[in-house]
């Protein structure tokens, strides 16, 4: 059978899918966001709360604290090909639940971090587990589900992830630290992500709409014996390439649009590590600082409706050049911030981190298909998530040898706008083998 090809699947039926009364994609829809949330105390804006305690508590230095969180994502993101195979191989169901119960005991973990070297593994368990592994399996549930509607429906979810995760968690966190300490805060954090995350994995996560006798989108069911996907009417079905990983990787979109998604992570990882330090050297409060990230959430979560219904009417490269041009202003913007400007800075983090996650939930569906999604996003997380690990380690460095991020941001800020550029003239790949699933 020739690549991309459509197989035919063993159709199953459930009750809790099948004789819903609405689409379950719906359901998939607030299961995957509740998995997005769930990722963010592995996310660099929770951690970012936690730094300067980390520092203090455990008599490192910034410099120090940055390179092991620069480490220990580069490594994380090394092991997440492996994770997309397993989606692919095993399902979604069975993979939430594995991350689940690992990245509460890595969140456990945390709260018993006594040197460098146990804070340093703590980074790798909680950016593999948290900010890798939990938000792959989320998007790509998501997106075996939805396909014509994909870019309203991922935006539904970023708002809502916008709104209740990284808008919330940091102001969050910082209530939780100032009433039981970083170590207790970190074990709630772990207990909670355990209670919320098990049940609603292992009842709502479930991979294909076909392998349910459905079409995505809730376009109808599947008719033919044997759980052959014909579908129910051409109007129906649902025209799509599907790519293998290795025939995505060859092409030159994957590697612009990765390096451009992946240089997003990397300087805004940066600059929210180091948000408490950069609003201190400032002159403004912790509090100032986590309460940009509200302004982040809420001018993430109207961007995301702006975006989602974007991506599905003008090329997705458009709106990766938007995120990078903001990326380059976000730069330009932090060691210049005052009390009067930190909102915009607030703004500009958001637009650019909403269109960025606009793009990497839709794009590698949108241009390879959903048949191996999981082995592609994989691979393209291991950019993303490297991106992020290089980000700390050099603002650190630069802020300890220079005593400002002046003269560091400054420079950086050429590495999106060129980005920006190549970006601007990428096109999606095409193929002659067409196929319907």
């Not at 195979?85 to 689940?100: A, E, F, S």
């Not at 919330?168 to 992500?193: D, H, M, Q």
């Not at 040898?401 to 950086?412: D, E, K, N, R």
Request: aromatic share 8%; hydrophobic share 50%; charged share 10%.
């Amino acid at each position: 059978m020739p690549r991309g090809s459509a197989t035919p699947t063993t159709v199953r039926r459930s009750r809790l899918v099948n004789d819903l009364p609405i689409y379950y994609g719906w359901v998939i829809l607030a299961a995957g966001v509740v998995g997005y949330i769930c990722s963010s105390p592995g996310q660099t804006y929770s951690v970012s709360i936690f730094i300067e305690h980390f520092i203090r508590d455990l008599g490192i230095t910034r410099s120090t604290v940055s390179t092991l969180y620069t480490v220990g994502t580069l490594c994380a993101g090394l092991t997440m090909p492996i994770v997309g195979r397993q989606i692919d191989r095993r399902g979604p169901r069975v993979i939430v639940g594995v991350v689940t119960v690992l990245f509460a005991l890595a969140l456990l973990y945390m709260s018993l971090v006594q040197n460098a070297w146990m804070l340093g593994f703590g980074f790798l368990l909680i950016r593999m587990l948290g900010q890798g592994s939990m938000s792959i399996v989320s998007g790509n549930v998501l997106n075996q589900w939805w396909v014509r509607r994909r870019g309203l429906i991922l935006s539904m979810a970023g708002i809502l992830f916008s709104l209740l995760g990284s808008g919330s968690f940091p102001t969050l966190i910082n209530t939780l630290i100032g009433r039981f300490g970083w170590r207790t805060s970190y074990r709630i954090l772990g207990l909670a992500v355990a209670v919320i995350m098990l049940p609603v994995g292992q009842l709502l996560f479930k991979l294909r709409p076909e392998d349910y006798g459905l079409l995505p989108d809730g376009a109808g069911e599947l008719t033919g014996s044997d759980g052959a996907e014909a579908a129910a009417g051409a109007e129906s079905s649902v025209v799509e390439e599907n790519w293998t990983s290795r025939e995505a990787v060859r092409t030159g979109a994957f590697w612009i649009i990765g390096l451009g998604l992946g240089s997003i992570s990397m300087l805004s990882t940066g600059l929210q590590f180091h948000m408490v330090s950069i609003f201190a050297g400032a002159g403004l409060a912790t509090e100032a600082a986590a309460g940009a990230f509200m302004w982040v959430a809420l001018t993430g979560a109207l961007v995301r409706v702006v975006g989602g219904v974007l991506v599905d009417r003008i090329p997705v490269r458009y709106l990766l050049v938007a995120a990078l041009v903001g990326q380059t202003a976000s730069l330009l913007l932090a060691p210049r911030l005052s009390a009067s400007s930190a909102g915009m800075y607030g703004i500009v983090l958001g637009v650019t981190g909403s269109l960025q996650m606009t793009v990497s939930t839709v794009v590698w569906a949108k241009y390879f298909g959903r048949r191996h999604l999981g082995s592609i996003t994989g691979i393209a997380s291991v950019l993303n998530v490297g991106g992020s690990a290089l980000g700390p380690m050099p603002m650190g460095i630069a802020r300890d040898v220079f005593g400002s991020y002046a003269q560091g941001l400054t420079l950086l800020a050429v590495l999106p706008f060129v980005l920006g550029i190549v970006a601007l003239f990428s096109r999606r790949p095409l193929r002659k083998a067409v196929v319907r699933v």
